[in-house]
């Protein structure tokens, strides 16, 4: 079976990461992005979180001016998250959940809990010129709410199935991988692209990157890990061949 290929964003935050645990300006979270355009990535994503943990303000024209390809911003729906967004004028703004307590993206944002809070945001970026993407769970409830909001795009939030994967429960695994196809076939139906991501490795990357609607899939902390042993490039050439195998376009 061969399905339409599908697009790697690659996610620099981690990069980072480890030059901010040092301060400084090593390693350059550019330099990796331009690698990872020449490995074969289709996007770079980063995320400017509230606390600046890793992507600070400077590295977002950095990354800019370092390739020419698509990017994608993470942000939560803060005031002070829009102003940057809309003077940067990313290709995609993709609102996420923050919260300074955790360690990563806990979850998707609930855009059915918050829609009030979170509407005014995706009218302002699209009106704003960015592709606005929702990242949320696999859920219909959440895809209804973010169709009705006017979002072209919703990434379905991964980690669960990738979790499930790691702890050995299978069963569960599976019907969480049963709830992603559903909430991709569901979303496609719609009208709405549909992108996933968070925490997916070489391990649990097959069975998502071959359902059909999938166009995007937005990895960062594995890739980034795995090019501690294998350099960047080719940790990035290896996922996306994974992504094409899944997809019968190897
Ligand atoms: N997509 C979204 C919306 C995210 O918040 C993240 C993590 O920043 C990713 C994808 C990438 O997740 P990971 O780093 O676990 O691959």
Not at 96 to 105: G, L
Not at 107 to 120: F, I, S, T
Not at 134 to 158: C, D, N
Request: glycine share 8%; proline share 4%; with cysteine.
């Amino acid at each position: 079976m061969k399905l339409e290929r599908a697009r790697l964003g690659v996610n620099i935050d981690h990069v980072a990461t480890i030059r901010n645990a040092r301060g400084g300006v090593h390693p350059d979270p550019a330099k990796a992005a331009a690698i990872a355009q020449a490995a074969g990535a289709d996007g770079i994503t980063i995320h400017l979180r509230e606390d600046r943990r890793h992507i600070r303000d400077a590295d977002l024209d950095a990354v800019r001016a370092a390739v020419n390809l698509p990017i994608n911003l993470e942000m939560a729906t803060t005031d002070e998250m829009l102003a940057i967004a809309l003077a940067y004028k990313p290709h995609a703004a993709c609102l996420v959940p923050e919260r300074r307590e955790e360690r990563t993206t806990e979850g998707g944002l609930d855009v059915a809990r918050l829609h009030n809070q979170v509407e005014p945001f995706v009218r302002a970026l699209r009106d704003g010129g960015s592709r606005v993407s929702l990242f949320i769970e696999p859920s219909k409830v959440q895809i209804a709410v973010a169709e009705a909001m006017g979002a072209p795009v919703v990434e379905l939030h991964t980690g669960k199935y990738v979790e499930l994967v790691f702890a050995g429960d299978h069963a569960a695994a599976g019907e969480e991988l049963n709830r992603l196809r559903e909430a991709a076939a569901y979303g496609h139906e719609k009208g709405i692209e549909i992108h996933v991501g968070h925490g997916l490795t070489y391990d649990t990357i097959r069975p998502v990157a071959a359902i059909p609607e999938v166009r995007e899939l937005n990895i960062g902390h594995f890739i980034m890990g795995e090019a501690l042993f294998v350099g960047l490039d080719a940790a990035v050439r290896r996922m996306r061949h994974e992504i094409d195998l899944a997809r019968g376009n190897a």
